[in-house]
């Protein structure tokens, strides 16, 4: 038997145990109020992140080593897969992806209890607690279901290799890694707000006033000086983070989509990628909506109702992709995991529903709604929008299932579906943005609204009649476009005036003003940038899903043909055998006005284990436009190809955009932190 | 005061929410598509003329014909078939044997005029079942393309 059988099984199996131990020292602590017992409870947390990153590894390590006496190298390695392919296999199928989750889970938990270690609410306790109970039921499916340590008798020779459609393209090395620092993250604000319901209205300070406690020799009856901070502010950072890499993981799988399946589209509302987008969804919601709790000492139960949905639905988007279930309802039961997923959804969704109901009573706030036209009331339109939108997803999701179900039939819903019904959710909200950038808190007047507005309306006004004279006819764009434009020039109008009030008139000190700002108010001018990219991306997505064309063409060797101004020349058609698989390329040389631009090599890649071959579509990206050639079909004696050429506008900006999104969200984060807490 | 603004509030807000639910259940309805096999279809008679359908099945060995942009073929499920025709591009190495879902609707000729073939995408990986035989196709274009 393989030492690394024996190395992870008992690294699951402790953690188990430890899990069990620290949630029963919780208990112990918030009940009795021992420092001991809570430092047992943190203990044990730190040391499933230690068991679970030498799982890691020790899984790292044998597929490296192509150890096939380990279930799961005999399922996803195979001795001539590249190296670096081997070991981002890890998360290549099910029980390495649970695994992989584990250890995010344990560095997430770990790290938030260590971080905050020295803080005295009761509410810390409960958050551990429920980290606790969370990574238990992840351990128990690595211990049972998703085993990937099992021994395999006898050893074999080779294994199959992952799957053809992973080991193609780079981005496999990075979009499942960022999926599931966001996706795993929500557990954060999660915890933290059962913690809170658990605890109630005192803030939780350990032997404060609320409940009098003996105090013992380390005694908690002094709280440190201070407000208790409430969960939505020590959760800011963590749901901030996560929903950066949420966001960057959902461009990039739309990116992967593009630049491997071949089909020239990024998003085809296929149940896998609503799966991330719903918790997204839910999750941006809840970004705005702690603001008008923090502001506004409002919506404290709404913001608790909003963390635990985001969670409930990373639990069923991971149910959706991971349990069968899509291929067909009656199946799931086969995948093993499935059951115990509903099982614990089940569990979260009615201990969740059950606290908010006996405990949601008393977390009233003193905030009052005042005047519709209030940056707290468009925040709350916000949130409706996102909340529409998730559900409109997850109608869309879901509802199929529950046909076939119930009747058996199997039924999808058309994508005309979600286009119908998101267009306008994402133009309302893109009005939004531009509103809630000119609108105060608790009461505005129209006057002052207005005054502020007038220069960017007419500057977006003019941006449009441009793209009116351009030859734009499409209303839905044009008015996206005036909507984008005007929350865009708003917030460059104000970063330049302030910038340049800071500045005091000198141009030297332009730029250091401009970065200052970011640190007196991060959360406001990170803002600013996570919505450039937003509004960037938005505008992007509209303009390529309109305008694009497609064309199918037959090319002889030495053959030109043109398309959309390109001229394309087929050179030759090419076979290379490659260890792991063998390809076939056509080598297409594009030229613009005789001009000769690059060389592009669509190629389709068959694998010994896989009917079907793989395409690898090569793509010309320019900031106008993206050339994008598929090889389709080809003659074996290399005497003809057939290629599928889509032109795209503006695809390049999508990526751009999210990026930016990104980059918003982690500097929100990270600036000017310290005053806060 | 405070209670009618609080009045006013609740009802904008399920106004909101029911001009939603209106709109999401049309649109809904309107754009479910069902999914069927040849015999299903073939059930159904002339019922099934001009109703948005996904078909699925196999590529018919020696039914695929290309002219100019129209493509041809027959998919069956092992007992019934029937004519596909589309404009659309056929997704990468189409070929006959292939599992295939075409989009589109049944024409009064019988025959099913397709405007989308689908390409899969799966996360999960199923290795080739019995009677595939990806080495044979492998080992025969490594040889023919050298």
Known sequence: MSPIVTIGNLCIGLSIGLCLFGILSFIGARKSGSETAASLGRGSLYGNFILMTVANLAMIYALLSNDFGVS???????????????????????????????????????????????????????????????????????????????????????????????????????????????????????????ATLLEGPSGGWRGSGARPRATGEHGWAEPE????????????????????????????????????????GYWAWDPVENASFMPWLAGTALVHSVMVQEKRKMLPVWNLMLAILTFLLTLLGTFLTRSGVLDSVHSFTESHIGPYFLVFIGIVLSASLALL?????????????????????????????????????????????????????????????????????????????????????????????????????????????ILLIVGIRNWAILLLVLLASLALDIMIIE??????????????????????????????YGGFIAHIGALILIVAVAISSIYDQEKEITLKPDE???????????????????????????????????????????????????????????????????LYLTLNNFEKDGSQATLKVIITPAVIWIWIGGGITMLGGLLAMVCGRKREL | MKNRRRLLFVFLILGILSGLGYLLWGGLEENLVYFVTPTELIAKGDKAINNTVRLGGVVEAGTVHFE????????????????????????????????VIVEGKLGPDKRFVADRLMVKHGNEYRPPKEGEMPQEIYKELSQGMK
């Open chain 1, 225 to 264: 000086p201070g407000p208790p901070a409430t969960w939505t502010l020590l959760t800011r950072p963590w749901l901030l983070f996560a929903w950066s890499f949420q966001t960057i993981a959902i461009v990039l799988g739309g990116w992967w989509s593009y630049a491997v399946l071949g089909w020239g």
């Open chain 1, 495 to 524: 970063v330049l005036r302030i910038s340049w009030k800071r500045a005091e008139g000198n141009i030297l000190k332009f730029i250091p003003a401009k970065l200052s700002l970011l640190n007196d108010n991060p959360r406001r």
């Open chain 1, 72 to 194: 799961y190298v005999s399922h996803v390695g195979s001795l001539e897969t590249p190296r670096w392919i081997s070991a981002i296999s890890l998360w290549s199928s099910l029980e390495g992806s649970i695994l992989f989750w584990g250890w995010i889970l344990a560095t997430y938990t770990a790290s938030c209890l260590y971080l905050y270690k020295d803080r005295k609410e009761g509410l810390l306790l409960w958050a551990g607690l429920v980290f606790l109970v969370i990574e238990l039921f992840f351990f128990i499916l690595l211990a049972l279901p998703a085993n990937p340590f099992l021994p395999v008798q006898p050893t074999p020779a080779n294994g199959p290799g992952p799957n053809p459609l992973l080991q193609n393209h780079w981005l496999m090395a990075i979009h499942p890694p960022c999926l599931y620092l966001g996706y795993i993250g929500f557990t954060v604000p999660f915890a933290f707000a059962v």
């Open chain 1, 560 to 626: 030109t043909t043109e398309v959309g101004g390109y001229q394309l020349t087929l050179k030759e058609i090419r076979g290379d055998e490659v260890p792991q698989r063998f390809e076939i390329k056509a080598v297409v040389n594009v030229s613009r006005d005789g001009k000769s631009l690059e060389t592009l090599t669509p190629q389709m890649n068959f694998y010994p284990t896989s009917r079907e071959p793989i395409g690898s579509p090569a793509i010309r990206s320019t900031l106008i436009e993206d």
């Open chain 1, 357 to 465: 109901l006996w405990k949601s009573q008393n977390l009233r706030q003193p905030g009052q709604f005042e005047s519709f036209l209030s940056l707290e009331f468009l925040f709350l339109f916000n949130n409706l929008l996102f909340l529409s939108f998730c559900f409109v997803v997850f109608l869309g999701t879901w509802y199929p299932l529950l046909v076939e179900a119930i009747r058996g039939t199997r039924i999808s819903v058309g994508e005309p579906y979600f286009n119908q019904m998101t267009v306008p959710i994402v133009l309302l909200i893109t009005l939004l943005m531009s509103l809630g950038l000119v609108t105060p808190w608790k009461r505005g007047n129209f006057k002052n609204i207005l005054s502020a507005s007038r220069f960017p309306l007419f500057l977006s006004l003019g941006i449009t009649l």
């Open chain 2, 68 to 99: 100019s942009n129209i493509l041809s073929f027959e998919i069956s499920d092992d007992q019934q078939k029937v004519p596909v025709v589309t404009t659309a591009a056929p997704p990468q190495m189409f070929h006959e044997g292939m599992g």
